[in-house]
């Protein structure tokens, strides 16, 4: 329910937080005191159009606040729930409105959109009154309200979900027919490809390791002739090394004549030659790693421009190649057997559309069983409402080929306000005045079956004399029992039936504002003598809202 709202420099209110309880509240108060703007104030917390006119006059901007107490397994807070939105406690609804136009939507005091406001506050609050294109006289909500009615949502679920997968189903069957046809089409394309891929025998990684083999060899190549020279200049005729090795031989033996004397050439060119015959082993063994097949050569690059070749004439990668044989593959298979999978998949659609058709006309049973319920519900509310020569009507459109999600149904409320003439759509047919009877009667006959858990009814109770106001209070009350009721009215016998009572007034001369009270049993008897006898309040007009405050609470 809607547990409190706070306005800030809307219009004509400058400050005002009110705490809602459940049951039925009221508010009253004379015209203009800023009744419709409190509503208004609401609505913009609840996702409708802003606009710069409604920040308060020399404010920069405007604020509504509202906070929701709901149950955790209400629909609003699964909304929350998809849309990744914190959702610890109450549901808390603020908008910002500023005097150049902008608007700041908040939800649980995260940034977000003003349609996820407006879905969640549907879910919340249902606004009712004379001009009320939502809720109840929303044609596309009917349906639904109607299986809320008759209580085989669970019903309609299933019909839902059997028409999901009959669509799954049709789906692939369509995909495979498709693919069927198209390699049909392509049969020996795909034949004379397969075996040309299944020669070539693709792997993953190979163009991989063919360019690194290729890139080697190709490099040990380049270097080849070098190390060759390099051997040559160690290995060859004119090698250096056995002249190095005699001198060393010859001073070895004279350095014993010199004592001393030849010691270090002695040792520096012994190592010498030790470091010189490490750089001959290892010019011999980079010669040996530099061999390479020339044929090998040849065999990995014509391999890899083969691959390369493939992939540019299938257009795609050489490592998706084999994949693409794979697939080729399975359309051949598709194609080879396609006609009895194909069987199998029109056998499939087919029984999931007679599982569909028996789940669909199951629920238009039910639903034109709930429709002559609804009906009889309604017409028993009309009389007290002084709509006793009025009719409701449910009206149910089947098209059993015209298969949907919501079955085959198309329903719509209709009414016919006097004997003798056409009945149709009770939006188009019902002056304002019977439309906001309808409404309650429909609303009350409805319950809380299908319904917000707050519903706000502005003056429906406008046009209309005492009796039928005070059958509409009692349907208020009624209402109230089971969902949380606000209503805006002018007549005291609605008044009268309120839980709480709340009174609008306006103050001040230079800047006017708009303020809300909740009023105590005496302040109660006196408002509603205002209502009842206008700006001069007589004891008789007092004595007259003590017997419907009487009246009420012994109802």
């Known amino acids: ?38 509503l208004d104030a609401l609505s913009l917390a609840l996702g409708a159009r802003g ?21 955790r397994n209400h629909p609003a807070r699964a909304i929350l729930t998809e849309n990744a939105i914190e959702d610890d406690g109450d549901i808390i609804l603020r908008r910002i409105q500023t005097s150049d136009g902008r608007t700041r939507v908040f939800v649980n005091d995260q940034p977000s959109s003003v349609t996820l406001m407006r879905d969640i506050g549907r879910a919340l609050v249902e606004l009712h009154g004379q001009h009320d294109e939502r809720a109840l006289v929303d044609p596309a909500a009917h349906r639904d309200l109607l299986d809320a009615f008759g209580g085989h949502v669970g019903e309609a679920d299933n019909c839902a979900g059997a028409w999901r997968f009959w669509r799954d189903c049709e789906q692939q069957l369509g995909l495979h027919r498709a693919r ?23 792997q993953p990684g190979e163009e991989t390791e063919l360019a690194e083999i290729r890139t080697a060899m190709m490099r040990a190549e380049k270097v080849a002739s070098e190390v060759q020279d390099a051997q040559d200049v160690f290995s060859g005729q004119n090698s250096p090394l056995p002249q190095l090795a005699s001198l060393l031989r010859r001073l070895q033996r004279k350095s014993s004549e010199a004592p001393g004397l030849l010691d270090e050439v002695v040792k520096s060119l012994d190592e010498a030659l030790i470091h010189l015959d490490a750089a001959q082993s290892a010019t011999d063994a980079a010669l040996r790693a530099t061999e390479f097949d020339a044929q090998k050569l040849e065999r990995a690059e014509e391999r ?27 359309d051949l298979a598709d194609l080879d057997a396609g006609e009895e999978k194909l069987a199998a998949l029109e056998k499939q659609a087919g029984a999931a559309r007679d599982s569909y058709d028996r789940a669909a006309k199951r629920l238009t049973e039910l639903r034109t069983t709930a429709a002559s319920a609804l009906c009889k519900a309604v017409m028993a509310e009309l009389p007290a409402l002084k709509l006793d020569r009025a009719e409701f009507l449910v009206e149910i459109s089947t098209e059993p080929d015209n298969r949907t999600e919501a079955g085959v149904d198309q329903v719509e409320f209709w009414v016919r306000t006097n004997p003798g003439t056409r009945a149709g759509p009770m939006m188009k047919v019902a002056s304002g005045g019977e439309l906001s009877r309808f409404l309650l009667a429909l609303k009350v006959a409805l319950a809380d079956r299908g319904s917000a858990p707050t519903l706000v009814f502005d003056e429906i109770d406008t046009g209309v004399g005492g009796a039928v106001a005070d059958a509409i209070g009692q349907r208020l009350a009624r209402l109230s029992s089971r969902v949380q009721v606000l209503s805006v009215t002018h007549a005291p016998q609605v008044a009268a039936r309120a839980t709480t009572h709340f009174l609008i007034s306006k103050s001040g001369k230079k800047s006017v ?14 408002e509603l003598a205002r209502m009842l006898a206008g700006a001069t309040i007589t004891d008789e007009a007092r004595a007259a809202a003590a017997r419907l405050l009487g009246e009420s609470a012994g109802a």
């Open 513 to 526: 504002s708009t303020s809300i009270a909740e009023i105590d049993a005496a302040g109660r008897q006196e």
């Open 304 to 330: 890899l421009f083969a691959l390369r070749a493939a992939a540019r004439k299938f257009s795609v990668t050489v490592d998706d190649l084999a994949k693409t044989r794979d697939t080729m593959v399975a």
């Open 51 to 71: 606009d710069a006119s409604l920040v308060r006059h020399g404010a920069g901007q405007g604020q509504v606040t509202a906070v929701f107490d709901v149950p």
């Open 1 to 38: 329910m809607l547990a409190r709202l706070s306005i800030r420099d809307i219009v004509l209110i400058e400050r005002l937080d009110i705490d809602f309880a459940a049951g039925l509240s009221v508010l009253t108060g004379e015209t203009g005191a800023g009744k419709s703007i409190l």
């Open 180 to 202: 069927v046809d198209a390699a049909a089409r392509e049969a020996d394309y795909l034949r004379a490809s397969v075996a040309e891929l299944s020669r070539l025998d693709p």
